[in-house]
């Protein structure tokens, strides 16, 4: 059996690394395999170490190309099983989220250990935990409180939970010989060790003391501990310079000592051997494990906390006492009470030693190497699935809440803070465009009464934006005064698809009516158009409208036209590596494919499909070729001989994706394109570089975007509305039986019959 562990380790100055270096021996003494198993070590930014042997690899905390490296190390090992050690703050990304890229790459069976289990986690913190205990076979805690909380806050079923308490190193020292040694021999001894920092509340220990003096003058507090690296980072050593401010006001400083330092294991024994009572004063309840604690149990010493979780827990049955906190009074009739009855200290660390014993660090590694043998045992392979079949029931009911909230009377708001509309940004043309479209097809796949009511709305918006020329102007304020005279070519574009596809598929004539009117007052524009993803945009447009009208043959010219100008632009651009419209991949870049394949259907033209699908090929080659949809990311986007930009991908991308390859289907029967529809989906709902949710389950929106940490929680109208057509596509799949998915543009029913150029025009 070979384990391969993730985690901070020694000599890192890390609670985890001292946890995963002594896990580590403990396993490797257990199973044999000290020459087999590895380690992968989390380095945080700027620290280099020099580690032992068993360190295979190293992971650079805020590098993602390094998670992605440490699994494939761990893939190629043949190691059985990987053990992860989690707590959000040492892995990089929003709240760690680069952990899951790691996770989902990995072909072995995944054990997690979770350090932290927060009972009011925020939303990414939440997601993170969830997603992890969905690829680990066991995930292991060391307290029933975690246990609670994993079952009742983040829906982990019991079965998939193992408590194993924390292990305590097997070192022993004479009491008496440590005692001399440290030259305590005439003391009574109080002592708390560990990263220092304000949530440890040592404050209220010194603040219990003068009681305590005086009626035992012999006594001396110790604090054992550095502060911890990221108090330092961000306040320096304030919290210190208070407790040594307080330190003199009492007049303790003969009976407070500061050691600051980070102890190494033999030495912190050292004092917990030589100590009567260890003090752990947490300010919070919310701490689920205390290695601090497991280590004072382990020696025997007594101990006297504050109820946090771990404490409640561990000190029941007499191991220890508790008093509330912040309550320094209470805890000086504790600490008076125990050193005026020795007996009944005496008594308290024979219970904690008798606890104790069976926590060290070898019964531990038993447990943990029995728990590994079991996941092996019944770990099950999944074939990799040969068809194009989805799993329906992972997909979220359609919501439309989240429009709606971004919605009113004038239209849909361009953007919003997390989930709540900011009406600073006022309204923009392309997304009261895209809500035109998501409401026509909300309501023509799923007869949503919600979406109806506001498809007027939407489409007043673009009718009042458009000048007599045939323009539109794009930005509204919220006062409802438009701040440009005329928009982008792009929001023109995305203007008349959405208008196209109002022509074909209005629910009511007085609609269909004013979006005609807007057309074809249009459509002079068309030819004047520059900017190619405005030509794609608008030949969709017109291919909605004449698959509804196609005896239109001033139109269908008309969208020949427009064709022959994006051919001409991949004929110029086209190399033999690179199969594109222009010399960069930019954004929006599925849209130019299908525009290119739905001229080539409208027109029966041979030389459009094959552009199409050949620039599609291309596509497909640098953003699937992971397993999974990789957008090429806005921060520099994709120059031609350059490198391809990861992050700040956009929805609106993976929503051209998903319906290219919907086009590609329809028109093939070829099930790789159906496939490829499902997988460029699953972008939203966590299918991407950093295995991360887009859409928010909470508000029903979809963040604004996977940027280099994590997402953007932000979820304006652009985002959520790409979210919903591509769902409504996603959806449309489902719809026939058959091999081949009827176009979404079928010839259905139309409003008015066929209109020529020249009647357009006159």
Not at 110 to 131: D, G
Not at 239 to 252: T, W
Not at 676 to 699: C, H, K, P, Q
């Amino acid at each position: 059996m070979k384990i391969a562990l993730i985690g901070t380790y020694t000599p890192r100055q890390c609670g985890i690394g001292s946890f995963s270096k002594n896990l580590f021996d403990s396993l490797s003494s257990d199973t044999g395999n000290t020459a087999q198993n590895f380690v992968v070590a989390i380095n945080d930014p700027g620290g280099e170490y020099n580690y032992p042997a068993e360190v295979k690899h190293i992971i650079r905390q805020d590098d993602h190309d390094t998670y992605l490296k440490a699994a494939d190390v761990i893939n190629q090992s043949g190691a059985d099983l990987c053990l992860i050690q989690h707590e959000y703050g040492i892995f990089g990304g929003q709240n760690g989220v680069y952990i899951l890229a790691l996770l989902h790459s990995l072909e072995i069976p995944v054990v997690a250990t979770f350090h932290t289990v927060l009972k009011k986690p925020s939303y990414n913190e939440l997601y993170i935990l969830k997603e992890i205990t969905k690829i680990a076979q066991r995930v292991v805690v060391m307290a029933d409180k975690a246990v609670e909380l994993l079952q009742t806050i983040y829906e982990i079923p019991a079965s998939k939970i193992v408590v194993i308490p924390h292990g305590v190193p097997d070192i022993q020292y004479d009491r008496r010989a440590v005692r001399q040694e440290l030259k305590l021999t005439d003391r009574k001894v109080l002592l708390t060790f560990g990263f220092i920092g304000r949530n440890k509340g040592i404050e209220t220990a010194i603040t219990a003391l003068p009681a305590v003096v005086h009626q035992h003058p012999d006594v001396r507090y110790i604090v054992l501990g550095k502060t911890h690296p990221n108090v330092i980072k961000h306040a320096g050593e304030e919290y210190r310079l208070f407790l040594h401010r307080l330190v003199k006001k009492l007049q303790l400083e003969e009976h407070v000592v500061f050691l600051n330092q980070y102890a190494s294991q033999h030495e912190l024994f050292k004092y917990l051997t030589a100590s009567d009572i260890y003090i752990t004063p947490y300010l919070n309840e919310a701490q689920i494990t205390s290695g601090t604690l497991s280590y004072a149990l382990g020696v025997g010493s007594a101990v006297v906390s504050t109820p946090y979780w771990h404490a409640a827990e561990l000190l029941a049955d007499g191991r220890g006492a508790l008093f509330d906190f912040n309550d320094s009074q209470q805890l000086a009739a504790v600490l008076i009470d125990l050193f005026s009855h020795p007996e009944k200290l005496a008594a308290m660390r024979s219970r904690a030693l008798e606890f104790g014993e069976l926590i060290t660090w070898p019964k531990i590694g038993e447990l943990y190497s029995d728990l590994f043998r079991q996941v092996i045992q019944h770990a099950l392979i999944h074939p990799i699935r040969k068809d194009p079949a989805f799993d329906r029931s992972i997909l979220p009911p359609l919501r439309l809440d989240h429009v709606v909230r971004l919605t009113d009377s004038t239209g849909i708001f361009q953007h919003a803070t997390y989930g709540i509309p900011n009406y600073h940004e006022g309204y923009c043309l392309d997304d009261n465009a895209r809500a035109l479209l998501m409401a026509l097809m909300a309501y023509r796949r799923a007869k949503d009464e919600t979406a109806l009511r506001y498809i007027p709305t939407y489409l007043a918006y673009i009718h009042y934006a458009q000048n007599d020329d045939g323009t539109f102007r794009n930005f509204m304020g919220f006062n409802r005064n438009f701040l440009d005279k005329v928009g982008s070519e792009d929001a023109f574009g995305r203007a008349i698809w959405a208008i196209g596809y109002a022509m074909a598929h209005a629910p009511k004539d007085a609609y269909f009516q004013v979006a005609r009117k807007v057309f074809f007052k249009a459509v002079p524009q068309f030819e004047r158009l520059q900017s190619i993803r405005s030509i794609a945009n608008t030949i969709l447009g017109l291919y909605h409208y004449l698959k509804s009208h196609p005896t239109d043959d001033g139109m269908m010219e008309l969208t020949h036209r427009l064709a022959l100008r994006l051919h001409r632009e991949y004929t110029i651009h086209r190399r033999d590596n690179w199969h594109w419209y222009e010399s960069l991949l930019a954004y929006d870049n599925a849209l130019l494919p299908l525009s290119m394949m739905r001229a080539g259907e409208l027109l029966n033209d041979d030389t459009f499909r094959q552009v199409g699908f050949e620039s599609m090929a291309f596509l497909e080659t640098h953003t699937m070729h992971k397993g999974y949809l990789s957008l090429v990311g806005n921060e520099a986007w994709f120059k031609q001989d350059g490198t391809c930009s990861r992050f700040d991908q956009q929805p609106v991308d993976a929503m051209a994706t998903v319906l290219l390859f919907l086009q590609a289907y329809n028109n093939t029967g070829d099930p790789h394109y159906l496939r490829s529809v499902y997988t460029a989906f699953m972008w939203f709902l966590g299918e991407n570089d950093l295995r991360i949710s887009l859409y928010d389950f909470e508000t029903g929106g979809c963040c604004d975007g996977l940027e280099k940490d994590g997402v953007n929680r932000n979820q304006g109208a652009e985002s959520t509305l790409a979210y919903l057509i591509s769902y409504l596509a996603v959806q449309q799949t489902f719809e026939k039986p058959t091999n081949r998915i009827l176009s979404q543009e079928t010839n259905e029913d139309s409003h008015i019959s066929s209109h020529s150029l020249a009647d357009a025009a006159s």
